[in-house]
C-alpha cells in the first residue's frame, strides 16, 4: 500500500477524455515521476490529487484516508504540500514574511484571529522561518522583496515554504520549467539534498528528461490520459513502448 | 511604548500631537485678515476631519491590507448613526451607549453583506457591495421610513424623552459625556487669532487616536500579514493550509465596525441623521481618501480625509466676489481674465480641482500623498548627504 493511491480515475472536459481510468500508486519515501507529452493529463492528474478539480470517478487515497471533496487547504492540512509550474510566492511580502506565513498557519490552523499580538514578537518563529532559509541559502535574502528576486529564488522560496511545513508528501509540477541550465542544477541538487535528508514523499512532473532520471525511483508514462507503463527509470529509457509515445517523438 | 515602536511610534505621536494641536493648527490667520477664510479650526470642520479620518483608517484595513475594493461602505456608517440615534431618543443622551449600539449594529449588518459579496473579488464585489449599499439607502428613503424618518431623516425632538436621562418638561436633549455637552467650546483669543477648543472635537480625537492604535496593532499583527498574503496570492494561501474566506470577512465586519463608530459619532456631535449619508457618493469618497492618502499606509487616509474635507468646506467657499477681492490690484481687463479661469476651479466648482488633484496623485504618486512625502524627505536626505560629503553619501547607498 503506497501512500498514494490512485484508483479508476476518470475526469472528462465536455468531450475530452482528459484522464480514463488512471491507477498510481507512490510509495512513501520514494520519488515518483510522471511524464508524458503534451496534454497526456499530467497536470489535471495533479489537480485532481489537491482538491482543485474533482474526477468523475475513481477514488484518490492519502495515508489512508480519501482527499476527494476536501478543499485545496483541507487536503495541505492532511501533508500534501505542491510547487506551482509558476512559483507561486506572495510577491508582496518580503522574504521572511512568505516563511512566516506557513509557519503561523501550521501553528494557527486554518483561521485564527490573532490582530494584536506583534509579528516581531514571536521569536521562536521567526527563528524557525530563519533556519529553513539558512538551509535553502537564501538567509542573506530574508529582507528582500519576494517578487523582486529572480525566477530560479522564487522556487527556492516556494519549496522552502512547503518543506517548512513538513508535508509528507510534495508534488511538484514542472519545477524546472523555464529555468537556465544552472538554475536547473541547483534545483536538482536541492530536491536531492531535501530526498536524502527526510523523510518526505515526492511525486513530480517533469517534462525534462536530466531532471526526471537524476532524481526518480519510479516512474510512470502517462499518454493520452492514460498510464501507459510504470517502471524504474533504467527500464523506462528502453522501453520501446515508451520511446514511441514520448521519447520517439521528441527525437 | 503601548506595544508599538520604531516609525509606528512616531507616526503614531506624530497623528496625536496633529490632533491635540489641531485647532491652533489649522486657525493660522488672524481672524480679521484677508486670508482668514482659510482658517479650518473651527469645531464643525474639525470634527468631520477626525470623523472621516476614522471611517477611511477603517476602510483602509480592507482595502489597502486585503485589496479588496468596497464600494458600499457609507452602508455601516448609515447604520451606525441610525441606532446612535434612536439609542439617544429613546435610552440616553449620553453619547457611549448610541457609539457602542452604531458599532454593534454596523458589525451586524456588515457579517451579512460581507457574508453574501465575499463570495466574489474584483469587480464583482465591489458591485455586490454597492448593491447592498444603494439597496440600504433606498429602503431607508422609502419603504422604512417608520424606522429611519425617510426623507426627513431624524433629529432629536422636543417630546423625546431618553429614559437614562432627566430631562426637563420641554427641553431639547442635547448629546452629553457623562454631563460635558459636546456643543461646549473655550476660545482662546490672542492678538488678531481666536482658537475654539471644542468638547466634542476632543472627544472625536480621543476616539480617533484609538482608532488609530488598534490599526496599527493589527498592521503588525499576523492578522494584518494574513489579510496582506490575501492580497498578494490567494492561491498560495490555499495551498497552504489557511482559508482565506474567514480573514476577508473578519477584516470586511472590522472596517465595517471602524464605519459604525464614524457614524455613531457623527450622531454624536450632531443629532440628526438623513438616508443621504448612505448615498453611493459618499461610498465612493471614502475610496478617495483613502486613495489619495496612500492605500495601505498607516497615516495616508487619516491625510486623505483631511485633505478632501478641507477642499469641501474651504475651496467650496470662494466665490467670484472674493476671486475679484485677490486680483483688485491688476489692471481690469487681467483681473476680470484671471477670474474666469479660476472661477471653475472653485466654489461650486471644487469638486473640478479635487478631480485633478486626484489624476496627479493617481498618475504620478500611486502610493498617494505618503508617497509625495518619502519623496520630497528622500530628496532633502539626499541634499544633505552631498552636503556632507562625497564619501559619507557612497556608504550610504547600498543601505537603500
Known amino acids: 500500500m503506497g501512500i498514494l493511491e490512485v484508483k479508476d480515475v476518470n475526469k472528462r472536459f465536455g468531450g475530452l477524455q482528459a484522464l480514463g481510468d488512471v491507477n498510481l500508486s507512490v510509495a512513501e519515501n520514494t520519488v515518483h515521476a510522471i511524464i508524458g507529452p503534451n496534454g497526456a493529463g499530467k497536470s489535471t492528474l495533479l489537480n485532481c490529487l489537491v482538491g482543485k478539480l474533482i474526477p468523475d470517478t475513481g477514488s484518490v487515497m492519502f495515508a489512508g484516508q480519501s482527499v476527494l471533496g476536501r478543499k485545496p487547504y483541507e487536503i495541505n492540512q492532511m501533508g500534501i504540500s505542491r510547487v506551482f509550474q509558476t512559483p507561486e510566492i506572495f510577491g508582496d511580502l518580503s522574504v521572511l514574511e512568505n516563511m512566516m506565513i506557513p509557519v503561523l498557519a501550521k501553528r494557527d490552523g486554518a483561521f485564527k484571529l490573532r490582530a494584536i499580538e506583534n509579528v516581531q514578537d514571536e521569536g521562536e518563529l521567526l527563528a524557525e522561518a530563519e533556519q529553513m532559509l539558512d538551509e535553502v541559502k537564501m538567509l542573506d535574502k530574508r529582507h528582500m522583496h519576494a517578487a523582486s528576486m529572480s525566477r530560479g529564488d522564487k522556487r527556492r522560496l516556494e519549496m522552502a515554504m512547503c518543506l517548512i511545513q513538513r508535508p509528507k508528501l510534495l508534488l511538484l509540477d514542472e519545477p524546472t520549467a523555464g529555468m537556465a541550465r544552472a538554475d536547473t542544477n541547483n534545483t536538482i541538487a536541492l530536491l536531492k539534498e531535501i530526498k536524502e535528508k527526510r523523510d518526505i514523499t515526492m511525486c513530480i512532473i517533469e517534462h525534462d528528461m536530466h531532471v526526471v532520471f537524476s532524481l526518480a525511483d519510479r516512474i510512470t508514462v502517462l499518454a493520452q490520459g492514460t498510464p501507459l507503463v510504470e517502471d524504474t527509470p533504467e527500464r523506462i529509457k528502453g522501453h520501446p513502448k515508451v520511446k514511441e509515445a514520448y521519447l520517439g517523438e521528441a527525437a | 511604548m503601548l506595544g508599538i515602536k520604531g516609525k509606528d511610534l512616531s507616526v503614531f505621536l506624530l497623528v496625536a500631537m496633529l490632533a491635540l494641536l489641531a485647532p491652533f493648527l489649522l486657525n493660522p490667520f488672524p481672524v480679521d485678515s484677508a486670508m482668514a477664510q482659510f482658517n479650518a479650526g473651527y469645531p464643525d470642520l474639525m470634527q468631520r476631519f477626525v470623523i472621516f479620518g476614522i471611517f477611511a483608517i477603517g476602510f483602509n484595513i480592507l482595502f489597502g491590507l486585503t485589496g479588496y475594493l468596497s464600494f458600499g461602505h457609507a452602508a455601516f456608517l448609515g447604520v451606525g448613526s441610525y441606532a446612535a440615534i434612536w439609542m439617544m431618543k429613546l435610552v440616553s443622551l449620553n453619547i457611549i451607549p448610541g457609539i457602542i449600539m452604531a458599532i454593534i449594529f454596523a458589525a451586524l449588518f456588515s457579517v451579512v453583506v460581507g457574508y453574501i459579496s465575499l463570495r466574489r473579488s474584483g469587480i464583482y464585489f465591489s458591485i455586490l457591495t454597492l448593491a447592498f449599499a444603494q439597496m440600504s439607502y433606498a429602503l431607508a428613503y422609502s419603504v422604512l421610513t417608520p424606522i429611519t424618518g425617510g426623507e426627513t431623516g431624524l433629529q432629536i425632538k422636543p417630546g423625546d424623552d431618553p429614559l437614562l436621562s432627566n430631562l426637563a418638561e420641554g427641553e431639547i436633549g442635547r448629546a452629553n459625556l457623562f454631563g460635558l455637552e459636546m456643543g461646549d467650546s473655550a476660545i482662546l483669543r490672542a492678538g488678531g487669532w481666536e482658537f475654539t477648543m471644542n468638547v466634542g472635537y476632543y472627544v472625536c480625537a480621543l476616539v480617533m487616536l484609538v482608532a488609530f492604535y488598534l490599526a496599527i496593532r493589527i498592521f503588525r499583527s499576523p492578522f494584518g500579514m494574513m489579510l496582506r498574503a490575501v492580497k498578494s496570492n490567494q492561491q498560495r494561501m490555499n495551498y497552504t493550509g489557511l482559508n482565506s474566506r474567514p480573514y476577508t470577512l473578519a477584516a470586511f465586519v472590522i472596517s465595517g465596525m471602524y464605519a459604525g463608530l464614524a457614524g455613531g459619532l457623527m450622531v454624536a456631535m450632531d443629532t440628526q441623521v438623513g438616508p443621504e449619508r448612505m448615498f453611493w457618493t459618499a461610498s465612493g469618497e471614502v ?114
Do not use: C
Not at chain 2, 483688485?328 to 477670474?339: S, T
Not at chain 2, 509625495?372 to 547600498?398: L, M, V, Y
Open chain 2, 287 to 400: 475610496v478617495l481618501m483613502t486613495i489619495l492618502g496612500g492605500a495601505g499606509t498607516l497615516i495616508g487616509p487619516v491625510l486623505g480625509a483631511g485633505f478632501i474635507k478641507y477642499m469641501e468646506n474651504i475651496v467650496s467657499k470662494i466665490n467670484s466676489t472674493v476671486l475679484h477681492e485677490w486680483f483688485a490690484f491688476l489692471p481690469d481687463g487681467m483681473e476680470d481674465f484671471l477670474v474666469t479661469i479660476f472661477y471653475p476651479f472653485v466654489g461650486k466648482g471644487w469638486h473640478l480641482t479635487l478631480g485633478l488633484m486626484f489624476m496627479a496623485v493617481v498618475i504620478f504618486l500611486p502610493g498617494g500623498l505618503v508617497e509625495g512625502g518619502q519623496r520630497i524627505a528622500s530628496i532633502f536626505r539626499r541634499g544633505k548627504k552631498s552636503g556632507a560629503g562625497d564619501e559619507s553619501a557612497k556608504q550610504e547607498t547600498p543601505a537603500e
